[in-house]
């Protein structure tokens, strides 16, 4: 039997992805206004959007417990795996790394855990990379090391209406908030070591996708790329920023996911989402 890889729901993975590589997906817990759902199984994008377009909205969003991890491993290797790589968002933004690790203690040494220092298809993609190695027949140590491979050659930015959102959630400080709020500015952000910084400001939302697609050709260098595409109650900038980058990749952009991003995202980033992940091939 091969490696089992295991990811969370944040990875935002189309459904035949998740199916065609056998990965296992723990969903993390979103609570909108009291009401309590298992994301991307009872809580979909749709249900956060209308909650945080609301006037009075309480979000908040919480690791799975490191039980659902141990049951999740046990049964892996119970049905025959030889071992796991637990691939999850970054540990800057939740504790599911820790949760994840907690349980893989207690399994010994057939369990690995990656922080991917993303979230949605910066996760996506070393979960896929490790799920690809396991297929070809790696073992624990090689799968693992597809996996932070793959972080390595992975960068997101993304594009928020609003530092708001991040603020309530704690993910940016009050301060920074404040005076993009006060500017009237739009953000753009990425994660150079897990954390959510400010890597631009704009002054429309059609600039913001603009510099987008400027930052993920700059990302891109002159490697090979695969990309994901997210927004939130935005398809309109996910089709302008996909539109964009195929024009200006060219014959060096191959595989292409476009996905809404889930309930855990949206309560933290707010609607109006647009993200690009660029992964550079190997």
Do not use: W
């Amino acid at each position: 039997m091969s490696v089992a890889v295991v990811t969370d729901s944040t990875a935002y993975l189309p459904p035949e992805l998740v199916h065609a590589h056998r990965l296992t997906v723990v969903p993390l817990t979103v609570v909108l206004n009291g009401a309590e759902g298992l994301e991307g199984v009872e809580t979909l994008p749709a249900d956060a959007t209308r909650v945080l377009g609301g006037r009075r909205v309480t979000v908040s969003t919480s690791r799975p417990a490191p039980e659902q991890f141990a049951r999740t491993y046990r049964d892996l290797l119970d049905a025959g795996a030889d071992g796991v790589v637990s691939v999850h968002l970054s540990a800057e933004l939740s504790g599911t790394v820790e949760a994840a690790r907690l349980a893989a203690a207690e399994l010994g040494d057939r369990v690995e855990v990656v922080d991917s220092r993303s979230t949605g298809m910066g996760l996506g993609f070393p979960a896929l990379a490790a799920a690809t190695a396991a297929a070809a027949g790696a073992d624990l140590s090689r799968v693992r090391q597809a996996a932070l491979d793959c972080v390595d050659r992975t960068t997101i930015y993304f594009y928020v209406d609003t530092l708001e959102f991040l603020r309530r959630g704690g993910r940016i400080n009050a301060a920074e908030a404040l005076l993009g709020t006060a500017l009237s500015v739009k953000p753009i952000m990425h994660m150079p070591d897990g954390a959510i910084v400010v890597r631009d400001k704009v002054r429309t939302a059609s600039r913001g996708v603009a510099r987008l697609v400027d930052l993920a050709v700059e990302a891109a260098g002159d490697a090979d790329v695969d990309l994901g595409v997210h927004h939130l109650a935005a398809p309109q900038r996910a089709e302008q920023l996909l539109t964009a980058l195929t024009e200006r990749l060219g014959d060096r952009l191959h595989d292409t996911y476009v996905s809404e991003a889930g309930a855990v995202v949206a309560a933290h980033a707010g609607p109006g989402l647009a993200s690009v992940v660029v992964h550079r091939r190997p």
